[in-house]
T-cell receptor, first 113, second 117 residues
């Protein structure tokens, strides 16, 4: 069975500092990995995905994520955080069989000015 | 492209009534649609997977008679919450998978906030 773990309920960073939101996964076979962001009372906004190819994936709003197969991780990163990045972030995974995305519990990112 | 809409965006109903939520893929055909449920500050929990023209597959613990899903066409799926109760109050999000792109893409609707009084 597929699963996703986001070990941190909340991440706090100061504006301008780099941020990392952690994600580890478990799937049988090769994973399809995704990051989404959700603002209050809103749907999900797609940030980036890893399917194959380069381990470093660049996405929307300056975010990037690094796929690490040996550590089964797909951490979300940004070199310089903005206050407007404060939101709820979800990591998601599915296997090649094309099943539904399975989501982690979410990490609240709080960026202070 | 790849826009998924939901209607209504929010609904308030009395306990015991039924509520229908529509999910439409506006500019692509979706053979598969997924329904998720999200409680405040919690993750999205997959409720069911629906394939066009066939019965939905429900996740363990989801009552199929309470959450009726119909996927009548390649662009429309509906979720009906029957005899709603306050514990059904939640944020319901649908997602549609495109025929294109090797089934890699799953697009999400904006969600429907259901409040049962």
């Amino acid at each position: 069975a597929q699963s996703v773990a986001q070990p941190e309920d909340q991440v706090n960073v100061a504006e301008g500092n780099p941020l990392t939101v952690k994600c580890t996964y478990s799937v049988s076979g090769n994973p399809y990995l995704f990051w989404y962001v959700q603002y209050p009372n809103r749907g999900l906004q797609f940030l980036l995905k890893y399917i194959t190819g380069d381990n470093l994936v660049k996405g929307s709003y300056g975010f990037e994520a690094e796929f690490n197969k040996s550590q089964t991780s797909f951490h979300l990163k940004k070199p310089s955080a903005l206050v407007s990045d404060s939101a709820l972030y979800f990591c998601a995974v599915r296997d090649q069989a094309g099943t539904a995305l399975i989501f982690g519990k979410g990490t609240t990112l709080s960026v202070s000015s | 492209g790849a826009v998924v809409s939901q209607h209504p965006s929010w609904v308030i109903c009395k306990s015991g009534t039924s509520v229908k939520i529509e999910c439409r893929s506006l500019d692509f055909q979706a053979t598969t649609m997924f329904w998720y449920r999200q409680f405040p500050k919690q993750s999205l929990m997959l409720m069911a997977t629906s394939n066009e023209g066939s019965k939905a597959t429900y996740e363990q613990g989801v009552e199929k008679d309470k959450f009726l899903i119909n996927h009548a066409s390649l662009t429309l799926s509906t979720l009906t919450v029957t005899s709603a109760h306050p514990e059904d109050s939640s944020f319901y999000i649908c997602s549609a998978r495109s025929l294109a792109g090797g089934y890699n893409e799953q697009f999400f609707g904006p969600g429907t906030r259901l409040t049962v009084l």
